[in-house]
Structures are given as C-alpha cells and as structure tokens.
C-alpha cells in the first residue's frame, strides 16, 4: 500500500506558540465565490497562495449551500467559471419545453412572474459538480488550499497607527495550526476575520431609518438552508394547481394543517408591513423551488422563522438552533409534499445543504463605506474598482441605478493588510441586501481582491497604501 508523507517546513511557532504549518504572500480565509476568485487570481498574479476553508470544496453558499443558481458570465474568472461549468457538463438548464407549466407558477422561485407559458431559460450549476471544477482549478493554479480548516483567530502587530495580522489560527484534526501571510484576505462570508482581527462592523439586523420595520424591531433577515428533492413529476403537480384552482396548493397545506401533518413555523402567512419582511425572505408562504441538475430534481429554499430573529454568525446558541429546527422543517416539508401534493408522491430528499447560508450577517465599516445613496445619485469615484456598473435595486422599487464602487469598500477600518470580498464588503445592509451579494458579483470583487494583494506584494506595501487608480472590470 503507498503511503504518503507529509513533509513540512520548520516554520516555527507563532508569539503565542502556536505551530506555524504554512506561510505565504497571500493568505485568504474562506473559499466561496470571494475567497476562491482571490485565491486564483493572486497565484496567477505570481503569489504564493493558501486557503483555509471549513468545507471539502470551494464554492460557499453556492456549493456546499446548494445556491446553484447560474447566469451569463459578467467577466474575469467569473466568465471563466461558467464556461468551465458548462464544458464540464455542471450546468442543466430549464426551458419551457421541459417544464411547460413553469413560468408564472407561484411555486416558481424566480420565474413567478413571468407570463404563464412564456418561453424562460433557467440556468443551474449541479452545487457538487461545480465545486469539483472549481477544486480542480484551484490545484492547476498552484494555491495551497487547506479543507477541513476551520479559521478561529488572529495573530497581530502594530502597523503605524494601524495593526496587521501577521497569523491566521485554524483548527484542523490536528489542532490549533497558524498560517503565516502578507496580506490577508475576508472571505468567510460573515466577516469573521474582521471580528476577530477588532475592525469594526454593523452587526447583522443593523439598519438604516427608513427600513426599519413597522413594528420597530430589528431582525436579521433570515438565513436559509436549502434542499433537493427528486423524482417530482411536476406535470401532474400543475394539472392539479389547474384542475382544482389551487395555484399556490393552498387546499392542500390547509387540509395538512388541519391534520396536525404541518409545524405552525412551515407556510406562514406574509407580515402586513410593506417593507423586506413583507415582501422578501420571510419564511415560506407556500412552496418555493427552482430545477436544478436535471429533470424531476428540484432545489427547495428554507428560511428560519423570522420572528425568531436568529444571528447565526455570533451566536452558538442561535446557530444550533437554526440548524435544528431547519432540518426539522425540511423533514416536515418533505412529508407533506409526499403524502399530499400529486406529482410528488415518489419525490425523495437528495441532499441536505452542508450549512445554513446567513443573508443579513456583520457589515465591515471600512475606508467609505458603501450606501444606497452613493447607487442612487450614481456617484463616481476615483479609486473605482470597476467601469459603472448597471444594477436593478429590488427593494427601491426595482429602480435601475448606475454607479462605482471605491477600492475603499474592500479596506476594514484599523488594519492595514486585510482585503474583504464577497458578502463581506463594507456596504450598508441594504445595498448588500438587495443587490450586491449575488454570485457574479461576490466572484468580481474576490479578483479585484486578489488583484489587489498581488499588486500590494510587488510593490511591498500593505492594501491601504495601494493607490488603485484604473477599473480592473
Ligand atoms: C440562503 C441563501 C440564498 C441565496 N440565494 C442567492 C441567489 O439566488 N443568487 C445569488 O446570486 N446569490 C444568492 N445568495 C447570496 C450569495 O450566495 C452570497 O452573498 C455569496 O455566496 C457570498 O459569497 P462569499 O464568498 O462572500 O461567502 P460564502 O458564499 O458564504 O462563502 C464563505 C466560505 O467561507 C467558508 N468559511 C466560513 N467561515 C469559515 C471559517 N471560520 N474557516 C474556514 N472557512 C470558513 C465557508 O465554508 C464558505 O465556503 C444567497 C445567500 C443565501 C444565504
């Protein structure tokens, strides 16, 4: 039988001691869309690169969270990925051909409002296949990726008036293990390098006035897990929606309830107040899905309740708990929709997401921080990290808006060598809510990251004395 050795470097101890495994020029912790695009992009750029992700593939929330949702490629590594995808056989994609009955169907997720038999094209990646891909591109560019390494803590010194983290700690089998590194890149999704490197942050819930609300509370918005089921025959679900007037299969959930088969925390009704709980994320009112990798096999969204105002990225308490009860809801939902709804009567569960996404977790304070006002008076910037960018703000009344992001955004407050991505941006809550966390996005600003490291270590310098002066995008 081969075995296989693994050698290591004398890299010493940290000054808290530490075992130093690993040392590099750019040290990036987490590996979703963020975390994977500054990875690569740094290692092309000629870095040495190491990664630390908690997981067994890059890809985040949209991988091992099972958020395959796939669009045209908007450029860089982005582009590269969807291509890669497609080669590869990763992307299914659903057509009115397949799924006749599908646009404007309220059980639709994201093609509910289309006009009913409208042509549509809905694009997934298989979350397995793609993190497979993307695990594979990782090793071909040489970046020394960690699995299995859950991040913990810093180790830092002072920087001038500023600090800088000279460690990154992990917990891996083997213990307590640090990470040497230059630069160092947020890529965990919930800000945890910032917390636990002190730079400050909004805590998730944290709004601004208008958005508060009615009822005066401030909630996360809810995180979710998701879920695949297959072998649905969705044909015989829409001729009963048709057959018996029942769109939203409201007969069935009221003659489930009535039975004691559904949990009072499965098919809420909507909070009357107009703003994001009224309209977004706030729980399931009824069944909610979207095809994924391949006919019959379709992807579930479950939300934690929202009055439970759970922040499951700083409490352990909230977070088991939200772990429970969603399995918990799944399980319940799987058995409704088998035993009532026709056409999933031979449905099963196929996989469970390997965690629970947060939605609404720690927004950085960094250098400027990023608001809705800056997207609404289309402001320019001349550390511009992008050409202006065109997006349709959901929440402001799907108002179209063009702006420019500053470099600023991706730099924390008080320490100099830490770049964020992704989630992790300094924007205010309702920019990064409402547009500015989807995947295009989280992979562009993850390779302006990575950009953004390298140059910092051709030049010597630590991020917050980059001058950035030309778009990367
Ligand atoms: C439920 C849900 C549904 C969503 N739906 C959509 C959608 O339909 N379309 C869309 O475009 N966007 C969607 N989003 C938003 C999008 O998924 C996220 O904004 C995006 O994935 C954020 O990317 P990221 O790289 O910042 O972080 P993440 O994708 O969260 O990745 C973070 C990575 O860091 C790792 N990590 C975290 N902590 C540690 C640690 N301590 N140590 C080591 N590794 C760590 C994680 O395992 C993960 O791999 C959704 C988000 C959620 C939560």
Same mark, same amino acid.
Request: charged content about 25%; hydrophobic content about 35%; glycine content about 12%.
């Given at each position: 039988?081969?075995?296989?050795?693994?050698? *290591?470097?004398?890299?010493?101890?940290?000054?808290?001691?530490?075992?130093?495994? /690993?040392?590099?020029?750019?040290?990036?912790?987490?590996?979703?869309?963020?975390?994977?695009?500054?990875?690569?992009?740094?290692?092309?750029?000629?870095?040495?690169?190491?990664?630390?992700?908690?997981?067994?593939?890059?890809?985040?929330?949209?991988?091992?969270?099972?958020?395959?949702?796939?669009?045209?490629?908007?450029?860089?590594?982005?582009?590269?990925?969807?291509?890669?995808?497609?080669?590869?056989?990763?992307?299914?994609?659903? %057509?009115?051909?397949?799924?006749?009955?599908?646009?404007?169907?309220?059980?639709?997720?994201?093609?509910?409002?289309?006009?009913?038999?409208?042509?549509?094209?809905?694009?997934?990646?298989?979350?397995?296949?793609?993190?497979?891909?993307?695990?594979?591109?990782?090793?071909?560019?040489? =970046?020394?990726?960690?699995?299995?390494?859950?991040?913990?803590?810093?180790?830092?010194?002072?920087?001038?008036?500023?600090?800088?983290?000279?460690?990154?700690?992990?917990?891996?089998?083997?213990?307590?293990?640090?990470?040497?590194?230059?630069?160092? =890149?947020?890529?965990?999704?919930?800000?945890?390098?910032? /917390?636990?490197?002190?730079?400050?942050?909004? *805590?998730?819930?944290?709004?601004?006035?208008? $958005?508060?609300?009615?009822?005066?509370?401030?909630?996360? =918005?809810?995180?979710?897990?998701?879920?695949?089921?297959?072998?649905?025959?969705?044909?015989? %679900?829409?001729?009963?929606?048709?057959?018996?007037?029942?769109?939203?299969?409201?007969?069935? @959930?009221?003659?489930?309830?009535? /039975?004691?088969?559904?949990?009072?925390?499965?098919?809420?009704?909507?909070?009357?107040?107009?703003?994001?709980?009224? %309209?977004?994320? &706030?729980?399931?009112?009824?069944?909610?899905?979207?095809?994924?990798?391949?006919?019959?096999?379709?992807?579930?969204?479950?939300?934690?309740?929202?009055?439970?105002?759970?922040?499951?990225?700083?409490?352990?308490?909230?977070?088991?708990?939200?772990?429970?009860?969603?399995?918990?809801?799944?399980?319940?939902?799987?058995?409704?929709? %088998?035993?009532?709804?026709?056409?999933?009567?031979?449905?099963?569960?196929?996989?469970?997401?390997?965690?629970?996404?947060?939605?609404?977790?720690?927004?950085? &304070?960094?250098?400027?921080?990023?608001?809705?006002?800056?997207?609404?008076?289309?402001?320019?910037?001349?550390?511009?990290?992008?050409?202006?960018? $065109?997006? $349709?703000?959901?929440?402001?009344?799907?108002?179209?808006?063009?702006?420019?992001?500053?470099?600023?955004?991706?730099?924390?407050?008080?320490?100099?060598?830490?770049?964020?991505?992704?989630?992790?941006?300094?924007?205010?809550?309702?920019? @990064?809510?409402?547009?500015? *966390?989807?995947?295009?996005?989280?992979?562009?600003?993850?390779?302006?990251?990575?950009?953004?490291?390298?140059?910092? &270590?051709?030049?010597?310098?630590?991020?917050?004395?980059?001058?950035?002066?030309?778009?990367?995008?």
């Amino acid at each position: 039988m081969e075995s296989e050795t693994f050698e *290591r470097p004398a890299l010493g101890r940290t000054p808290r001691g530490v075992p130093v495994v /690993a040392e590099a020029d750019v040290v990036v912790i987490g590996a979703g869309p963020g975390g994977f695009a500054a990875a690569l992009r740094a290692r092309r750029e000629g870095c040495s690169v190491v990664l630390l992700e908690k997981f067994d593939m890059p890809g985040g929330v949209h991988t091992s969270g099972l958020q395959g949702a796939a669009g045209a490629g908007v450029g860089g590594i982005h582009t590269e990925l969807m291509d890669r995808f497609a080669r590869e056989g990763a992307i299914y994609t659903a %057509t009115e051909r397949d799924l006749p009955d599908w646009a404007g169907n309220p059980l639709s997720h994201y093609d509910y409002y289309l006009p009913p038999g409208s042509p549509f094209k809905r694009s997934s990646f298989n979350p397995d296949g793609a993190g497979n891909v993307m695990l594979r591109m990782l090793e071909e560019a040489g =970046v020394h990726a960690i699995y299995g390494a859950s991040f913990t803590d810093v180790e830092m010194e002072p920087a001038g008036d500023q600090r800088r983290i000279t460690h990154a700690i992990c917990e891996t089998v083997e213990g307590r293990q640090a990470v040497r590194g230059r630069v160092f =890149v947020e890529g965990s999704g919930t800000a945890e390098v910032v /917390a636990r490197a002190g730079c400050p942050f909004v *805590r998730g819930g944290g709004r601004q006035p208008d $958005t508060v609300p009615q009822d005066g509370a401030s909630r996360p =918005v809810p995180g979710g897990l998701l879920w695949i089921m297959g072998g649905i025959d969705f044909a015989a %679900t829409a001729a009963y929606q048709k057959r018996e007037g029942d769109p939203e299969l409201q007969r069935l @959930i009221e003659r489930a309830r009535a /039975a004691g088969d559904i949990p009072p925390e499965l098919y809420r009704p909507r909070l009357p107040s107009p703003d994001v709980y009224g %309209t977004h994320y &706030i729980g399931h009112p009824t069944v909610d899905m979207s095809p994924i990798q391949g006919p019959g096999t379709f992807i579930l969204w479950q939300n934690v309740p929202y009055e439970w105002a759970l922040h499951m990225d700083d409490d352990a308490g909230h977070a088991s708990r939200a772990k429970k009860a969603l399995r918990q809801l799944i399980d319940a939902e799987a058995r409704f929709l %088998t035993k009532y709804v026709p056409g999933f009567e031979r449905a099963f569960i196929t996989h469970v997401g390997r965690y629970v996404g947060v939605r609404d977790g720690r927004h950085p &304070i960094g250098e400027y921080v990023f608001s809705i006002d800056d997207a609404r008076s289309g402001r320019r910037f001349e550390d511009a990290v992008t050409q202006p960018m $065109t997006k $349709t703000f959901f929440w402001d009344r799907y108002t179209r808006y063009s702006f420019e992001v500053p470099y600023r955004c991706f730099l924390p407050r008080e320490v100099d060598n830490l770049l964020l991505t992704g989630a992790s941006l300094s924007f205010t809550f309702e920019t @990064i809510f409402m547009v500015m *966390r989807n995947f295009p996005w989280c992979t562009q600003t993850g390779e302006i990251a990575g950009y953004a490291a390298a140059r910092c &270590i051709r030049q010597g310098i630590p991020p917050k004395q980059l001058s950035w002066r030309e778009p990367l995008f």
